[in-house]
């Protein structure tokens, strides 16, 4: 490689660590206002529905994913430009609000690098590509729906059937598993899921797994295809497991409280899409 393609490299890198990381900005958005939007619309729908009168609520009505601008959720004081700034801002004002001096969570920086990170982790493997292209809009998904399962134990219909729909759609071009896989993916990682959650409901009388497990299971038989569901199934079991018992053991999670099980899902599903047949041959191999 010259000089000059090494410098063109550099450059391609840092653009895409910069958009990167600006998108991750918006994921923090999608992630905290997206869930919002939904409730608002369920109660609209639910006030409709039973015919009673409409709360009123400037703050949710009016929300989406642009507007109001963004505000520090304490003091309500609109942002500069200049506190927008992916992970430097909140370097510079350490963690702290410029205008009432509130925490700032530290998860905004975290998903802005790890949006960061995912990107340039799949560009080492894809390159400029159509398949780098697909594979970065699927994992920044992810990335959303992991952190809001985590925060309201909801996987929105939104996401996870555009990523089932879209997933089919690239691997009608056999961009990462062939058609029929992706096909018997959707269905077998929707059914596996449905079946187990059935079985625990007559057994237990409980409900043990929420639908949109069953959804974003179908999203990665669509991706990946059906021979992955059962390593993303065991990998996620086990990683959901050992983090469970440790929150217990540490007071974090009572015995019957449920815990959400999309992250593990997704995450499991994410490194099977790009590691899935070597592991399945170093297992294999074992």
């Known amino acids: 490689m010259t000089y000059l393609e090494i410098l063109n490299s550099g450059w391609s890198v840092l653009f895409l660590i910069i958009f990167a990381l600006i ?15 939904l409730f608002t619309a369920w109660r609209e729908q639910c006030e409709t529905f039973l015919k009673e009168s409409p709360v ?4 949710t009505q009016s929300l989406n994913l642009c507007l109001p601008a963004s505000h520090c959720p304490h003091c309500k004081k609109p942002l500069k430009p200049w506190h927008n700034i992916p992970v430097i801002s ?3 004002q350490r963690g702290k609000c410029s205008f009432c001096h509130q925490r700032i969570s530290v998860r905004y920086p975290i998903v802005e690098l790890l949006s960061a990170g995912v990107a340039v982790l799949l560009f080492y493997f894809y390159g400029w590509s159509l398949q780098f292209a ?20 909801l996987l929105p ?3 996870t059937l555009t990523l089932l729909w ?3 759609l690239v691997n009608s071009q056999h961009m990462f598993t062939d058609i029929n896989s992706a096909i018997y993916g959707a269905i077998g990682g929707y059914l596996s899921l449905w079946i187990i959650a059935r079985g625990f409901l007559l057994a237990t009388k409980r409900e043990g797994m929420g639908h949109g497990d069953f959804k974003l299971l179908a999203v990665i038989g669509a991706w ?8 993303v199934l065991l990998l996620s079991s086990f990683v959901g497991a050992i983090v469970g018992i440790g929150m217990m053991i540490l007071g974090k999670l009572k015995r019957q409280q449920p815990m959400p099980f999309g992250p593990f899902l997704a995450i499991a599903g994410w490194v099977c899409l790009l590691w899935g047949k070597p592991l399945i041959n170093w297992w294999l191999n074992m």
């Open 23 to 37: 998108i991750g900005s918006f994921l923090n958005v999608v992630i905290y206002r997206f869930p919002k939007m």
């Open 56 to 59: 009123d609520n400037d703050n």
């Open 90 to 92: 909140y370097l510079l």
């Open 134 to 153: 697909l594979i970065l809009i699927f994992s920044w998904a992810l990335l959303a729906l992991i952190f809001i399962d985590i925060d309201t134990q």
């Open 157 to 159: 219909d939104e996401i």
């Open 166 to 168: 879209l997933g089919l």
């Open 224 to 231: 990946a295809g059906w021979q992955m569901l059962l390593p």
